[in-house]
């Protein structure tokens, strides 16, 4: 029997819950500056969700309020100033209104008939984000949920080349009996890299590291000898566009033109540091990437969109089509003229993040996201500064972009004495919530590695997170 009933009391439920919906959006906005990193005591104050599923429930309003409760106590405010782990960005009023919007519509772009407006959204905000990044405009793009299942694309349609070059589809036979897929890089090789190798077959340890001395910055002498011993086998060359531990760089325009002289697939993996194309400032450092094959890019860094939100561009749109075909008789043809983004990537049920990244683009165009990033590269020089001054602060590598690294060094202490206080100094910095930031490894030593991303992030929070770091840091030593 239809349940009548249950369609109402949602339908009711729904229309009440508006207002609860735009207090609890309100507070977010007025409050996401001065809420703490990571509230303290969060683990304990979670472990009263392990319970039963109940077999009715209180509604809508009351758990939602819940929520709202359980974020206060237990919720990272990783979109506010104070967090600098990994490469968080933050959210831009017209990013974060466009994606409410898309959520609110529950807006499907898998193709253009579930969403003419979403699927256009979506390729203008890649065309446009093709200029931006300054990538040859006959690219062909789509958007995922971040730049590890962007390389997954890049990479996908670089191995389906590979595979044709030794006469295969790979794709629709698959790589038995093939030899393993040269893949060449430098020690700043991400590990989302090796994942998406691992997925795709050829294995997490297929990459040859041509770095100097092992671990560092591609050493192109070691790139063009380890082409060379190919002997014009085709091979996937992977360049790395901002290293996450200091920001540094691969050399791009040597290595893809090395490369290009062989028989290989360029890949640029610019998770962030493909943003350094918008500012005269650093553009230097991705000069070449338009010769590649590939690049990929977060939108959830520095774009500052609502996460999740990545780019894969790929400069044969063909390989993509082969790559990721996907048919069926209740599905679009292959060729219907109005573009069906789930045949060229992995995912067919796709949320509109194109609504988020053209009102970005749309509402600050290019020199507002310009801004965004040199308001970025000149936090870190504070922090950079700040660091220098500190005598108990040791800064450990030149700031090429907007990663700081450096540890904590009241002196007298060995290289293991330091790398154990700096780890001690990492946990107490998670358990006091005020910043959000980690510790990782430069070389053989542990360091803090705080990386710039976010409009919100003020002088003044770099100022509080130095003078956090030395009080902690005197604390423990």
Same mark, same amino acid.
């Given at each position: 029997m239809i349940d009548d009933d249950l369609g109402a009391a949602l339908r009711a439920e729904a229309a009440e819950l508006a207002p609860e919906i735009a207090e609890a959006l309100r507070e977010a906005m007025a409050t996401v500056d001065r809420r703490t990193a990571l509230p303290p005591g969060a683990e304990a104050a979670l472990r009263g969700l392990d319970v039963p599923l109940p077999a009715s429930g209180p509604g809508s309003a009351a758990i939602l309020r819940r929520l709202r409760a359980l974020i206060e106590v237990?919720?990272?405010?990783?979109?506010?100033?104070?967090?600098?782990?990994?490469?968080?960005?933050?959210?831009?009023?017209?990013?974060?209104?466009?994606?409410?919007?898309?959520?609110?519509? /529950?807006?499907?772009?898998?193709?253009? $008939?579930?969403?003419?407006?979403?699927?256009t959204l979506e390729l203008q905000a890649l065309a446009w984000l093709r200029?931006?990044?300054?990538?040859?405009?006959?690219?062909?793009?789509?958007?995922v949920t971040g730049a590890s299942?962007?390389?997954?694309?890049?990479?996908?349609?670089?191995?389906?080349?590979?595979?044709?070059?030794?006469? &295969?589809?790979?794709?629709?036979r698959g790589l038995s009996g093939l030899p393993p897929m040269p893949v060449l890089s430098s020690g700043y090789v991400h590990a989302s890299t090796r994942k998406v190798l691992a997925l795709l077959g050829?294995?997490?340890?297929?990459?040859?590291?041509?770095? &100097?001395?092992?671990?560092?910055?591609?050493?192109?002498?070691?790139?063009?000898?380890?082409?060379?011993?190919?002997?014009?086998?085709?091979? @996937?060359?992977v360049v790395n566009a901002g290293e996450v531990n200091a920001g540094d760089f691969d050399p791009l325009a040597e290595a893809i033109e090395i490369a290009r002289r062989h028989d290989c697939w360029i890949h640029v993996d610019g998770a962030f540091g493909l943003f350094a194309r918008v500012s005269p400032r650093t553009e230097h450092l991705v000069r070449g990437a338009e010769g590649a094959d590939s690049a990929t890019v977060?939108?959830?860094?520095?774009?500052?969109?609502?996460? /999740?939100?990545?780019?894969?561009?790929?400069?044969?749109?063909?390989?993509?089509?082969?790559?990721?075909?996907?048919?069926a008789d209740y599905l679009p043809a292959p060729d219907d003229p109005r573009p069906t983004l789930g045949a060229i990537g992995p995912e067919s049920s796709r949320r509109a993040r194109g609504f988020a990244v053209w009102a970005a683009l749309a509402a600050y165009g290019s020199d507002g996201q310009r801004r965004l990033v040199e308001h970025n590269l000149d936090l870190a020089l504070h922090l950079a500064r700040r660091v220098d001054e500190a005598p108990e602060l040791e800064r450990l590598a030149e700031v090429q972009l907007n990663i700081v690294a450096f540890r904590f060094n009241?002196?007298?202490?060995? #290289?293991?004495?330091?790398? #154990?206080?700096?780890?001690?100094?990492?946990?107490?910095?998670?358990? /006091?919530?005020?910043?959000?930031?980690?510790?990782?490894?430069?070389?053989?030593?542990? $360091?803090?590695?705080?990386?710039?991303?976010?409009?919100r992030t003020r002088e003044e929070d770099v100022d509080e997170f130095v003078a @956090?770091?030395?009080e902690l840091g005197r604390r423990l030593s």
């Amino acid at each position: 029997m239809i349940d009548d009933d249950l369609g109402a009391a949602l339908r009711a439920e729904a229309a009440e819950l508006a207002p609860e919906i735009a207090e609890a959006l309100r507070e977010a906005m007025a409050t996401v500056d001065r809420r703490t990193a990571l509230p303290p005591g969060a683990e304990a104050a979670l472990r009263g969700l392990d319970v039963p599923l109940p077999a009715s429930g209180p509604g809508s309003a009351a758990i939602l309020r819940r929520l709202r409760a359980l974020i206060e106590v237990a919720g990272a405010n990783t979109n506010g100033p104070k967090c600098f782990h990994f490469v968080i960005g933050g959210t831009t009023p017209a990013a974060l209104g466009a994606d409410l919007l898309a959520t609110i519509h /529950d807006t499907l772009t898998y193709t253009w $008939i579930t969403s003419p407006l979403g699927v256009t959204l979506e390729l203008q905000a890649l065309a446009w984000l093709r200029e931006l990044l300054g990538l040859p405009r006959g690219w062909s793009g789509v958007m995922v949920t971040g730049a590890s299942m962007a390389n997954f694309v890049a990479l996908a349609a670089a191995r389906q080349w590979w595979g044709e070059a030794l006469g &295969v589809d790979v794709a629709a036979r698959g790589l038995s009996g093939l030899p393993p897929m040269p893949v060449l890089s430098s020690g700043y090789v991400h590990a989302s890299t090796r994942k998406v190798l691992a997925l795709l077959g050829c294995g997490r340890d297929a990459v040859t590291d041509c770095s &100097v001395e092992g671990g560092g910055r591609l050493d192109t002498a070691a790139l063009r000898r380890e082409l060379e011993r190919l002997k014009g086998a085709p091979a @996937v060359v992977v360049v790395n566009a901002g290293e996450v531990n200091a920001g540094d760089f691969d050399p791009l325009a040597e290595a893809i033109e090395i490369a290009r002289r062989h028989d290989c697939w360029i890949h640029v993996d610019g998770a962030f540091g493909l943003f350094a194309r918008v500012s005269p400032r650093t553009e230097h450092l991705v000069r070449g990437a338009e010769g590649a094959d590939s690049a990929t890019v977060d939108g959830h860094k520095w774009l500052n969109v609502p996460y /999740d939100c990545g780019f894969a561009f790929v400069r044969s749109h063909d390989l993509l089509v082969k790559a990721f075909r996907y048919s069926a008789d209740y599905l679009p043809a292959p060729d219907d003229p109005r573009p069906t983004l789930g045949a060229i990537g992995p995912e067919s049920s796709r949320r509109a993040r194109g609504f988020a990244v053209w009102a970005a683009l749309a509402a600050y165009g290019s020199d507002g996201q310009r801004r965004l990033v040199e308001h970025n590269l000149d936090l870190a020089l504070h922090l950079a500064r700040r660091v220098d001054e500190a005598p108990e602060l040791e800064r450990l590598a030149e700031v090429q972009l907007n990663i700081v690294a450096f540890r904590f060094n009241p002196g007298g202490l060995d #290289e293991t004495e330091l790398n #154990e206080l700096n780890q001690r100094l990492g946990v107490a910095l998670i358990e /006091d919530g005020r910043f959000l930031v980690g510790t990782s490894k430069l070389g053989a030593k542990t $360091i803090f590695r705080p990386a710039f991303s976010n409009w919100r992030t003020r002088e003044e929070d770099v100022d509080e997170f130095v003078a @956090v770091v030395l009080e902690l840091g005197r604390r423990l030593s």
